[in-house]
């Protein structure tokens, strides 16, 4: 059992405080119970992805607590994971190991939880913390390695990745996708007049504005440069153009203060809407060339692929 733990648990049924640091096993844990953890790390420890981890450890607890659901959450994650109904009396830890914070874990049930209830839980939660850490340092490696490290959107890495298998999906499944490729209009003469710290402000800021138009689902990437592709899953050429629409208002929108000097910029758009023959490689290659059409007549625009 970790001695460097640090685990704070507070239930609702009747306000306590539990608090437990720095126990040696024999202190307490039977030998049976010390067994049972080890156990458990070795099962949690064969996992690295969170929602594996936290899979296992419900089954776990659930085998010798009952409860009605579960929730974690960290500052990694987007959203919280959950199991089951998140109401009623609730348990609550916040995790941290080696002065690392590692989340915050909340257990739900209709029923109060005993006391030896909490012990059991309270056992079973040292063999998740170093599991549980390995698995967000290698969530954190995995994010890093998909994220362009100055706008922090997704790169051309996770592109090359995720978007053929998107694309798989899509036809599988015989849903709508749609794809856009980007390029900034004017961004070369901001680099030149003010410097690439001012292009890269303003990069920055032209991500934000297009993440603020397009649906959670949506997917941005930067291609390279001042070039972006987004993926638009479960969506029509309509909606596409809609998208695309809102892009280009939220660009041209640019306040004074946004943009280097006061200087004007636009984005031109190439859009295509997957067909039942293409790869990844075919409809990039068809937007691609829509985009080229665009800076042909006369940029600031979109054009679509048929």
Do not use: W
């Not at 507070?10 to 640091?21: M, R, V």
């Not at 390995?134 to 490290?149: E, F, G, Q, V």
Request: aromatic content about 6%; proline content about 4%.
């Amino acid at each position: 059992m970790p001695q460097t733990t640090t685990v704070i648990g507070e239930t609702a049924n009747h306000g306590q405080i539990i608090a437990l640091d720095s126990r040696r096993p024999e202190q307490v844990v039977s030998n049976k119970q010390y067994l049972k953890i080890l156990q458990v790390t070795d099962l949690l420890s064969r996992h690295l992805h969170l929602n594996e981890i936290m899979t296992v450890f419900s089954r776990e607890v659930m085998a010798l607590v009952p409860f009605d659901g579960m929730r974690y959450s960290c500052q990694q994650l987007k959203s919280p994971i959950t199991h089951g109904e998140t109401e009623g009396h609730n348990l609550h830890y916040h995790l941290t190991l080696q002065q690392m914070e590692v989340g915050d874990l909340t257990f739900y049930r209709a029923q109060p939880f005993g006391t030896n209830e909490v012990c059991q839980i309270e056992d079973l939660l040292c063999a998740l913390v170093y599991p549980l850490r390995n698995a967000l340092m290698y969530h954190r490696a995995i994010t890093s390695a998909y994220r362009d490290p100055l706008t922090n959107i997704n790169n051309r890495a996770a592109m090359d990745k995720f978007l053929p298998r998107e694309i798989g999906l899509a036809k599988r499944h015989q849903h709508d996708l749609s794809m856009m490729i980007m390029d900034l209009d004017g961004f070369k003469a901001i680099n030149d007049q003010y410097g690439h710290d001012a292009g890269d402000r303003l990069l920055q800021t032209v991500c934000v504005k297009i993440i603020s138009v397009l649906r959670d689902t949506d997917m941005l990437f930067r291609y390279g440069g001042d070039e972006f592709v987004v993926a638009l899953p479960y969506t029509d050429i309509q909606g596409a153009l809609d998208a695309g629409d809102r892009i280009l208002h939220s660009i041209q929108n640019l306040s004074a203060n946004e943009c280097p000097g006061g200087a004007s910029i636009g984005i031109s758009i190439g859009l295509s809407m997957l067909l039942p023959e293409d790869d990844f490689q075919s409809l990039f290659k068809r937007v691609d060339q829509a985009l080229y059409q665009a800076k042909i007549d006369g940029k600031n625009r979109l054009v679509v692929a048929e």
